[in-house]
Nanobody
């Protein structure tokens, strides 16, 4: 079992920045690929970013490339999502997820999910 707790969401103006954190507990954090998804009202949940278990490979949705950065700190069992140049269309609940296989994670088929944190970007 892996427990995931997100934090760092909030209200920010367009062009601003936020850093989301996801603290993991339970089974060995370093064995899992980690990622972030988001879900806006009335829309399906979508992949945002992912990082391999080694931290050596990262993946991004086209809509966030160049603006968002995913990273992990195995010593702290934490994964981060640095979000810069935020846009109103980034408004959503952001979910942290963990899965052994990064491709399975990217498809949204992870076994483990956090409770979500709200990000609201005003224009």
């Amino acid at each position: 079992q892996v427990n995931l707790v997100e934090s760092g969401g909030g209200l920010v103006q367009a062009g601003g920045s936020l850093r989301l954190s996801c603290a993991a507990s339970g089974r060995t954090f370093s064995s899992y690929a980690m990622g972030w998804f988001r879900q806006a009202p009335g829309k399906e949940r979508e992949f945002v970013a992912g990082i391999s278990w080694t931290g050596g490979t990262t993946y991004y949705a086209d809509s966030v490339k160049g603006r968002f950065t995913i990273s992990r700190d195995s010593a702290k069992n934490t994964v981060y999502l640095q979000m810069n140049n935020l846009k109103p269309e980034d408004t959503a609940v952001y979910y942290c997820t963990a899965e052994f296989g990064v491709n399975k994670l990217r498809r949204g088929e992870s076994d483990y999910w956090g409770q979500g944190t709200q990000v609201t970007v005003s224009s």
